[in-house]
């Protein structure tokens, strides 16, 4: 990670003073374990986070939370995800961190098996289609707000495409998109590849699959086109990559069916498949 280095600051308590045990604040009252709790507690908070906007959030000096975040990373309480800027796309990617399984265990998911009972229940006492229906209620308010960002960057694809990206990032996705099939030599083949590095609820996703499918659907309606899930961190992939076809363009919501430009005989065709590798 690059930080730049500080040549002076307020003191924090993060770095020892001459003649202060390793491990103690210079107030004498903090010790490391408390610390990295706060930083820890500050991940899980904004994250993905990078280092210097923890270190700006918490008043750390640089070498203090370099000193941190490499033990919690030693520890296995979080993970780096790295991601680029949606605004340029050029650059080293940026390196952010989330908590990993072991960090979300070790300050309690108790969210988690709680809202886990209450969707088994849900489903058991309504029924599979009571589920899918709250999943669909908890994404259409990312569709709301996402709608007015992407519908402002045009009928591009493209271009669409980079603003669902910012926009999922400016909500701790950690988003980016990639294109890919531009040396096929056919415009039909072109696509882009919306990654995420970031789920907040991708255990809960793991166990019931209808928030994948969800906010697919509501990818699918915002670009204007039928998108593909290749794969998902709740399936256990590096990261959610949605398959975004550029070269073959047609409304989300049309069915199969003839078109109605369509020439006698010829057959609108959906390219949407729904994959859960």
């Given at each position: ?26 107030a004498g009252a903090e010790p490391d374990e ?244």
């Open positions: 990670m690059t930080v730049a280095p500080h040549a002076s600051g307020p003191s924090t308590g993060q770095d020892s003073a001459p003649g202060v045990p390793p491990g103690i604040s210079e408390r610390t990295r709790d706060r930083v820890l507690s500050a991940v899980l908070e904004c994250g993905p986070v990078s280092a210097a906007e923890l270190g700006d959030t918490l008043g750390f000096t640089p070498a203090a939370m370099r000193r941190h975040l490499d033990a919690l990373f030693q520890h296995g309480l979080i993970e780096v995800k790295r991601a680029k800027s949606s605004a340029s796309g050029a650059g080293r990617p940026a390196r952010r961190y989330v908590l990993s399984q072991r960090g979300q265990s070790k300050l309690g998911n108790d969210y988690l098996d709680i809202a886990k009972a209450a969707l088994t229940q849900l489903g058991t006492l309504a029924g599979p289609d009571a589920v899918q229906e709250f999943a669909r209620g908890r994404f259409a308010g990312m569709e709301e707000r996402y709608a007015p960002v992407v519908e402002a960057a045009g009928p591009s694809i493209e271009d669409r495409a980079l603003a669902l990206a910012g926009a999922l990032s400016a909500d701790g996705f950690a988003s980016s998109t990639k294109t890919v099939g531009g040396n096929a030599g056919r415009t039909s083949m072109l696509s882009m590849q919306l990654c995420q590095g970031h789920c907040p609820i991708q255990e809960l996703a793991a166990e019931f699959p209808a928030f994948c499918d969800q906010e697919t659907e509501v990818f699918s309606r915002l670009l204007g086109v039928d998108v593909r899930r290749l794969s998902t961190l709740a399936r256990g992939g590096h990261v959610c990559t949605t398959h975004i076809p550029v070269g073959r363009v047609r409304p989300a919501a049309a069915s199969a069916g003839p078109g109605p430009d369509s020439p006698p005989g010829q057959t609108t065709l959906s390219n949407h498949q729904q994959g859960r590798p």
